[in-house]
């Protein structure tokens, strides 16, 4: 994605003013792809109207509008009508090979797409039926089964060619798992097998795998905020916030960093999608902080570490967070509560990390004149903030999650013709609009609807509960233990596929384990939601820190490893509110423990980020402490942790004897530090004199 800037006379000086960095189109992914085919003529038109159709019918099952008269549509019918919408798809927007024409399609690709929307057509025709005669559990006949089985092999292509080999070979094993499930080989993975046409029936027919919780998410919820995002994305809203940061941070210290976090956040915020945010923020921020002093990998990596918040903050979070909400049983709202704690922790914890490098590196904020005017922005902008706010009182007062979506993307819609010349819609805009989705939609529904095999398979053999049992076992019923272990796991997994297909794994298999321990349900399905995002910083795959590093011009590794070491505060997060569902807003008066637990934590950080960027705020640059720079970093790093670290619960320290033990850390450490950075003075040629 492209973006521009601007100069305008202001008093004599240049003020920079942003360009959209959008500009025709938002998106939001989940798996970031690049090779992918554009369609052009009758095929980008049929594109169009199946999106159209898709958004129809969401909106006629979420409002209950009776589009087809006299007939009450059932659930799985709906879902089998999304599928033959924008499945097929995946074939002609996704090449096969990276040898496959991108300016054509090959003949292949079309039987392919064919095939599927036949499949899913006949299944959709037969799946009341089979409800009504239980044909998930036998019985189906000869023709729903041959459908079926196509519709698994399109189902397992499709989830190549979106997530790659990686994420096909972690899944295609298990789906047909219950073939051989019971196997001696398999050990604690024994469970009840079934035939090939039991397991057909169960995987098509079932609401627990094809149909069941991922693609009943993009369904119910994912639709309608896809919707929202990409509106706001083709209305301008990135000028907007990206304006408004540099308007509000580019005067502090190391102020352009401080913009590319808080830009990052807001825009992330709205499509809750990683590179896309790096691909259009970055494109702002990364020359102006390498103008700023800011070395080139350093750069990348603060991009990197700020869009990957895009999946953590709401209102609107990456797809996860709604299959999340389905697996728990929660509305989304709920998940979006709990996610503002640990999402506010992570955007501190980076500015702090920004402030103290900045001020270890002497590097100043952008001069004011050379921003754009805050009432400037605000004026030509101020209609985001009421669309926004309808969807947070929708959301959170109204519980209308399923509507919320569609309220405030027809707000905005009208707001915006009303009061933007520059954005206002025309037909051609309203295709692109379809487009964009479109497109998004038929990624979303590739991975989706594939991963839900998992579950489906995991259903059918009955395993879940007794490999939770075997976990415990291996763990010892040491939670310590078991967290880990999940960590570690997420973290892996996490390398080779799709936040959403790690995610799922890991709610099947490792999640009750940690359950049974009685650890709280949101705060468990939080810890791996965010253990299988960090991926995305973290080498060897580390995708945000290296699209980051394209745009800076910088090593990819290195900046890879500059991210983590950044963003290092998101390692400890997850741990933290796992120890205390508080900050997760879960428990007995969970907002004002949640907001105590998140004052420790930030003080906490404060701490951290100071002996991790060698400069700590209210002491100066320990540089100057001479050799004793290291040891009181490493201390200031570990009394840092501990003040963060709630106390109680599964720990075995309460909260006032882990706070007392941190401060008895910190307070001689920094006392120290205090002493010789103030005994000493660094002049210009680095020497270091009483």
């Excluded at 095929?43 to 129809?56: E, Y």
């Excluded at 979420?62 to 008269?69: C, E, V």
């Excluded at 991009?303 to 999946?311: W, Y």
């Excluded at 399923?402 to 819609?425: C, E, G, I, M």
Aim: hydrophobic content about 55%; glycine content about 10%.
């Amino acid at each position: 994605m492209s973006s521009s800037t601007s100069t305008a006379p202001q008093d004599e000086t240049k003020r920079v003013v942003f360009d959209d960095p959008h500009g025709a189109a938002g998106n939001m992914q989940e798996a970031e792809v690049t090779r992918v085919r554009t369609l052009r003529g009758a095929w980008r038109w049929t594109l169009v109207a199946a999106t159209a159709a898709t958004i129809l019918l969401c909106i006629n099952q979420q409002f209950s509008l009776r589009f087809f008269i006299g007939y009450t549509q059932l659930n799985t019918e709906y879902f089998y009508l999304l599928i033959a919408l924008m499945l097929p798809f995946t074939f002609l927007i996704f090449p096969g090979t990276e040898r496959a024409p991108l300016d054509r399609i090959p003949w292949y690709d079309l039987v392919l797409f064919a095939a599927t929307f036949a499949a899913a057509l006949l299944l959709m025709s037969n799946v009341r039926k089979a409800a009504e005669a239980g044909w998930e559990f036998g019985g189906a006949p000869n023709n729903v089964i041959a459908a079926g089985l196509v519709m698994w092999a399109m189902l397992m292509e499709a989830l190549r060619r979106t997530g790659g080999w990686s994420l096909l070979l972690s899944v295609l094993p298990f789906t047909v798992y219950p073939l051989f499930a019971e196997s001696s080989w398999l050990g604690p993975f024994r469970g009840t097998q079934s035939t090939l046409e039991q397991a057909t029936a169960y995987h098509v027919l079932s609401g627990e795998s094809l149909l069941g919780i991922p693609i009943q998410a993009f369904a119910d919820t994912v639709i309608g905020f896809l919707v929202f995002g990409t509106a706001l994305m083709m209305t301008g809203a990135g000028k907007f916030f990206i304006n408004l940061s540099f308007a509000m941070c580019g005067t502090f210290r190391g102020g352009a960093a401080k913009v590319c976090i808080f830009a990052s956040g807001l825009l992330g915020m709205m499509s809750g999608s990683i590179i896309s945010n790096v691909l259009t923020a970055g494109t702002m921020t990364i020359p102006v902080m390498k103008k700023s002093g800011f070395r080139a990998s350093y750069a990348g990596a603060i991009e990197a570490c700020a869009s990957t918040g895009a999946v953590l903050a709401p209102p609107v979070m990456g797809a996860t967070a709604f299959v999340i909400a389905q697996f728990l049983n929660v509305s989304y709202a709920e998940v979006a509560v709990a996610a503002i704690i640990p999402a506010a922790l992570y955007y501190v914890g980076l500015f702090m990390q920004v402030d103290s490098y900045a001020a270890r590196h002497g590097l100043k904020g952008i001069p004011r004149a050379e921003l754009p005017r805050i009432m400037d922005t605000i004026k030509d902008g101020w209609y985001y903030v009421f669309v926004i706010a309808l969807l947070i009182v929708m959301l959170l007062y109204f519980k209308r999650e399923s509507h919320a979506p569609f309220y405030a993307t027809a707000l905005l819609l009208v707001l915006n013709q009303f009061f933007s010349k520059d954005t206002r819609w025309t037909l051609a805009t309203i295709g692109k609009f379809l487009e964009v989705n479109g497109r998004t939609f038929v990624e979303l529904v590739g991975i989706l609807a594939g991963c839900g095999l998992l579950i489906g398979a995991f259903s059918m053999t009955g395993v879940v509960s007794s490999l939770a049992n075997d976990l415990l076992h291996i763990a010892g019923d040491n939670p310590f233990l078991l967290l880990g272990m999940c960590a570690l796991t997420s973290l892996i997994l996490g390398l080779g596929l799709t936040t959403t297909a790690c995610y799922i794994f890991l709610a099947i298999l490792v999640a009750p384990a940690l359950e049974k321990l009685g650890l709280n349900k949101m705060a468990v399905h939080m810890f791996i939601f965010y253990w299988g995002m960090l991926s995305s910083i973290t080498p060897p795959v580390a995708i945000a820190s290296f699209a980051a590093a394209g745009i800076a011009g910088s090593p990819a590794m290195k900046t890879g490893w500059e991210s983590m070491w950044v963003g290092s505060i998101i390692y400890f997060i997850p741990f933290f509110f796992v120890l205390n569902p508080a900050l997760v807003l879960q428990g007995p008066s969970p907002y004002l423990a949640g907001l105590g637990l998140m004052g420790l934590a930030a003080f906490g950080t404060l701490f951290i980020c100071g002996g991790i960027q060698g400069y700590q705020p209210f002491v100066g640059d320990l540089r100057r402490a001479g050799g004793l720079e290291w040891p009181i970093r490493v201390l200031l790093v570990i009394g840092g942790f501990v003040v963060a670290t709630p106390g109680g619960g599964i720990m075995p320290l309460s909260q006032m004897q882990v706070t007392l033990l941190g401060l008895a850390i910190l307070a001689p450490t920094v006392l120290l530090a205090l002493l010789l950075v103030r005994r000493q003075t660094v002049v210009p040629n680095g020497l270091r004199v009483p």
